[in-house]
Protein backbone atom coordinates (compact mmCIF):
# COMPACT_ATOMS: atom_id res chain seq x y z
CA UNK A 1 0.00 0.00 0.00
CA UNK A 2 2.63 2.61 -1.21
CA UNK A 3 1.03 6.39 -0.59
CA UNK A 4 -0.29 8.37 -4.06
CA UNK A 5 2.33 10.97 -4.96
CA UNK A 6 1.49 14.42 -4.93
CA UNK A 7 4.09 17.03 -5.86
CA UNK A 8 5.62 18.66 -1.93
CA UNK A 9 4.59 22.04 -3.13
CA UNK A 10 2.94 24.82 -5.63
CA UNK A 11 2.91 27.86 -5.42
CA UNK A 12 0.72 30.87 -7.60
CA UNK A 13 0.05 34.03 -7.33
CA UNK A 14 -3.49 35.44 -6.04
CA UNK A 15 -6.24 35.31 -8.64
CA UNK A 16 -4.22 32.67 -10.90
CA UNK A 17 -5.30 28.74 -11.18
CA UNK A 18 -3.13 26.40 -10.01
CA UNK A 19 -3.30 22.22 -10.32
CA UNK A 20 -2.29 20.06 -8.18
CA UNK A 21 -1.72 16.03 -9.20
CA UNK A 22 -2.10 13.03 -7.55
CA UNK A 23 -0.92 9.76 -9.32
CA UNK A 24 -1.53 6.12 -8.15
CA UNK A 25 -1.46 2.88 -10.17
CA UNK A 26 -4.12 0.69 -11.78
CA UNK A 27 -5.24 -0.49 -8.14
CA UNK A 28 -6.50 2.89 -7.19
CA UNK A 29 -6.93 5.60 -9.01
CA UNK A 30 -7.20 4.03 -12.22
CA UNK A 31 -9.87 1.54 -11.55
CA UNK A 32 -12.09 3.76 -9.22
CA UNK A 33 -13.78 7.25 -9.45
CA UNK A 34 -13.34 7.34 -5.72
CA UNK A 35 -10.81 9.84 -4.98
CA UNK A 36 -11.15 13.03 -2.38
CA UNK A 37 -9.39 15.74 -1.52
CA UNK A 38 -8.83 17.87 1.71
CA UNK A 39 -7.70 21.17 2.90
CA UNK A 40 -5.90 21.78 6.04
CA UNK A 41 -4.49 24.81 7.38
CA UNK A 42 -1.98 24.63 9.99
CA UNK A 43 -2.92 23.47 13.41
CA UNK A 44 -6.52 22.41 12.22
CA UNK A 45 -8.51 19.60 11.21
CA UNK A 46 -8.52 18.49 7.52
CA UNK A 47 -11.58 19.65 5.87
CA UNK A 48 -13.44 17.85 2.79
CA UNK A 49 -13.37 19.73 -0.68
CA UNK A 50 -13.64 17.25 -3.16
CA UNK A 51 -14.62 13.94 -3.74
CA UNK A 52 -15.86 11.11 -6.06
CA UNK A 53 -12.85 12.88 -8.35
CA UNK A 54 -15.57 15.89 -9.34
CA UNK A 55 -18.46 16.08 -6.29
CA UNK A 56 -17.97 19.44 -4.40
CA UNK A 57 -19.50 19.16 -0.94
CA UNK A 58 -21.60 21.69 -0.05
CA UNK A 59 -20.83 24.88 0.99
CA UNK A 60 -17.11 24.48 -0.75
CA UNK A 61 -16.29 27.15 -2.62
CA UNK A 62 -17.03 26.14 -6.25
CA UNK A 63 -13.30 27.11 -7.37
CA UNK A 64 -12.12 24.15 -6.34
CA UNK A 65 -12.75 21.49 -8.66
CA UNK A 66 -11.36 18.07 -9.65
CA UNK A 67 -10.63 15.13 -12.48
CA UNK A 68 -8.76 12.25 -13.21
CA UNK A 69 -7.75 10.54 -16.61
CA UNK A 70 -6.13 7.10 -16.20
CA UNK A 71 -3.99 6.70 -13.16
CA UNK A 72 -3.71 10.32 -12.26
CA UNK A 73 -6.25 12.71 -10.30
CA UNK A 74 -5.63 16.55 -10.23
CA UNK A 75 -7.08 19.23 -8.17
CA UNK A 76 -7.71 22.83 -9.34
CA UNK A 77 -7.82 25.92 -7.68
CA UNK A 78 -9.10 28.72 -9.79
CA UNK A 79 -9.06 32.52 -8.91
CA UNK A 80 -6.58 31.78 -6.10
CA UNK A 81 -6.99 33.77 -2.66
CA UNK A 82 -4.51 34.07 0.33
CA UNK A 83 -6.61 31.82 1.96
CA UNK A 84 -6.48 29.07 0.02
CA UNK A 85 -2.76 28.64 1.31
CA UNK A 86 -2.82 25.40 2.70
CA UNK A 87 -1.71 21.54 2.82
CA UNK A 88 -3.66 19.48 0.39
CA UNK A 89 -3.75 15.67 0.27
CA UNK A 90 -5.72 13.20 -2.00
CA UNK A 91 -7.41 9.94 -0.73
CA UNK A 92 -8.32 7.13 -2.99
CA UNK A 93 -10.20 3.77 -2.41
CA UNK A 94 -7.81 1.14 -3.48
CA UNK A 95 -8.29 -2.55 -3.82
CA UNK A 96 -8.50 -4.58 -0.79
CA UNK A 97 -11.14 -1.86 0.10
CA UNK A 98 -8.43 -0.15 1.34
CA UNK A 99 -8.02 3.97 1.49
CA UNK A 100 -4.35 5.35 0.19
CA UNK A 101 -3.51 8.84 1.18
CA UNK A 102 -0.92 10.97 -0.94
CA UNK A 103 2.20 12.47 0.65
CA UNK A 104 0.22 16.24 0.93
CA UNK A 105 1.58 19.45 -1.16
CA UNK A 106 1.83 22.45 0.35
CA UNK A 107 0.07 25.31 -1.35
CA UNK A 108 2.01 29.00 -1.02
CA UNK A 109 0.44 31.95 -2.43
CA UNK A 110 2.88 34.54 -3.24
CA UNK B 1 -24.72 19.97 14.71
CA UNK B 2 -22.70 17.53 13.01
CA UNK B 3 -20.03 16.46 15.69
CA UNK B 4 -17.15 13.97 16.42
CA UNK B 5 -15.44 13.86 19.87
CA UNK B 6 -12.84 11.46 20.50
CA UNK B 7 -11.32 10.44 24.08
CA UNK B 8 -9.14 7.85 25.51
CA UNK B 9 -5.42 8.77 23.63
CA UNK B 10 -2.70 9.45 26.06
CA UNK B 11 0.93 8.29 27.09
CA UNK B 12 1.71 4.62 26.82
CA UNK B 13 4.66 2.20 26.81
CA UNK B 14 5.13 -0.18 23.71
CA UNK B 15 3.82 -2.95 23.38
CA UNK B 16 0.84 -1.92 26.12
CA UNK B 17 -2.88 -1.20 24.67
CA UNK B 18 -5.03 1.84 24.72
CA UNK B 19 -8.87 2.10 23.53
CA UNK B 20 -9.90 5.14 21.95
CA UNK B 21 -13.61 6.12 21.59
CA UNK B 22 -15.33 8.48 19.39
CA UNK B 23 -18.94 10.33 20.66
CA UNK B 24 -21.02 11.03 17.53
CA UNK B 25 -24.15 13.55 17.80
CA UNK B 26 -26.02 15.48 15.46
CA UNK B 27 -27.24 12.68 12.87
CA UNK B 28 -27.99 9.42 12.32
CA UNK B 29 -24.93 7.84 13.44
CA UNK B 30 -26.69 4.31 11.81
CA UNK B 31 -26.71 5.52 8.28
CA UNK B 32 -22.84 6.26 7.86
CA UNK B 33 -19.29 4.56 7.52
CA UNK B 34 -16.88 5.09 9.70
CA UNK B 35 -12.73 5.42 9.67
CA UNK B 36 -9.99 6.26 11.69
CA UNK B 37 -7.23 8.59 10.06
CA UNK B 38 -3.93 9.38 11.98
CA UNK B 39 -1.36 12.26 11.24
CA UNK B 40 1.80 12.30 12.92
CA UNK B 41 2.24 15.95 13.90
CA UNK B 42 3.89 17.68 11.01
CA UNK B 43 3.15 14.71 8.82
CA UNK B 44 1.07 13.38 6.36
CA UNK B 45 -2.37 11.73 6.57
CA UNK B 46 -2.75 8.08 6.84
CA UNK B 47 -6.36 6.22 7.10
CA UNK B 48 -6.11 3.44 9.55
CA UNK B 49 -9.18 1.72 9.70
CA UNK B 50 -12.90 1.35 8.38
CA UNK B 51 -16.10 -0.25 9.19
CA UNK B 52 -19.81 0.34 7.63
CA UNK B 53 -22.80 1.27 9.10
CA UNK B 54 -23.87 -2.40 10.57
CA UNK B 55 -19.80 -3.79 10.67
CA UNK B 56 -20.53 -5.98 8.11
CA UNK B 57 -17.52 -4.42 6.83
CA UNK B 58 -14.44 -4.04 8.78
CA UNK B 59 -11.34 -3.08 7.17
CA UNK B 60 -7.66 -2.15 8.13
CA UNK B 61 -4.22 -0.44 6.36
CA UNK B 62 -1.70 -3.63 6.55
CA UNK B 63 0.42 -1.70 9.15
CA UNK B 64 -2.15 -1.94 12.13
CA UNK B 65 -3.25 -5.37 10.92
CA UNK B 66 -3.60 -7.72 13.51
CA UNK B 67 -3.39 -5.51 15.56
CA UNK B 68 -5.74 -2.49 16.04
CA UNK B 69 -9.58 -3.55 16.33
CA UNK B 70 -12.38 -1.14 15.21
CA UNK B 71 -15.98 -1.09 16.56
CA UNK B 72 -19.13 0.53 16.89
CA UNK B 73 -22.16 0.69 18.99
CA UNK B 74 -25.26 2.04 16.85
CA UNK B 75 -27.10 2.07 20.31
CA UNK B 76 -25.14 4.37 21.95
CA UNK B 77 -23.56 6.39 18.83
CA UNK B 78 -20.24 5.39 19.72
CA UNK B 79 -17.38 4.51 17.35
CA UNK B 80 -14.04 2.58 18.89
CA UNK B 81 -10.62 1.62 18.23
CA UNK B 82 -9.01 -1.01 20.72
CA UNK B 83 -4.86 -0.93 19.98
CA UNK B 84 -2.86 -3.50 21.10
CA UNK B 85 0.73 -4.20 20.70
CA UNK B 86 1.49 -0.63 20.16
CA UNK B 87 4.79 0.68 18.11
CA UNK B 88 6.90 4.08 18.83
CA UNK B 89 5.34 4.18 15.40
CA UNK B 90 1.93 4.28 16.28
CA UNK B 91 2.48 7.89 17.85
CA UNK B 92 0.10 10.39 16.01
CA UNK B 93 -2.59 12.26 15.94
CA UNK B 94 -6.04 9.81 15.50
CA UNK B 95 -8.44 11.02 14.12
CA UNK B 96 -12.39 9.87 14.33
CA UNK B 97 -14.01 10.38 10.43
CA UNK B 98 -17.46 10.14 9.15
CA UNK B 99 -18.36 9.05 5.73
CA UNK B 100 -21.08 10.69 2.76
CA UNK B 101 -24.24 8.35 3.00
CA UNK B 102 -23.93 5.39 0.83
CA UNK B 103 -20.02 5.35 0.33
CA UNK B 104 -17.35 3.78 1.78
CA UNK B 105 -14.45 6.06 0.39
CA UNK B 106 -14.97 9.95 1.94
CA UNK B 107 -13.98 11.49 4.93
CA UNK B 108 -17.04 13.97 5.47
CA UNK B 109 -16.67 14.84 9.26
CA UNK B 110 -13.80 14.97 11.34
CA UNK B 111 -13.40 14.94 14.75
CA UNK B 112 -10.77 17.54 16.58
CA UNK B 113 -8.60 14.53 17.04
CA UNK B 114 -6.90 12.28 20.26
CA UNK B 115 -3.32 12.36 20.51
CA UNK B 116 -1.42 9.17 21.18
CA UNK B 117 2.01 9.05 22.33
CA UNK B 118 3.79 5.22 22.58
CA UNK B 119 6.89 5.72 24.28
CA UNK B 120 8.94 4.26 27.28
Known amino acids: QSALTQPASVSGSPGQSITISCTGT?????????VSWYQQHPGKVPKLIIYEVTKGPSGVSSRFSGSKSGNTASLTISGLQAEDEADYYCCSYAAGRTLIFGGGTKLTVL | EVQLVESGGGLVQPGRSLRLSCAAS????????MHWVRQVPGKGLEWVSG????????DYADFVKGRFTISRDNAKNFLYLQMNNLRVEDTAFYYC?????????????WGQGTMVTVSS
Open chain 2, 97 to 109: TKDVVGTYDTFDI
Open chain 2, 51 to 58: INWNSGYI
Open chain 1, 26 to 34: SNDVGSYNL
Open chain 2, 26 to 33: GFTFDDYA
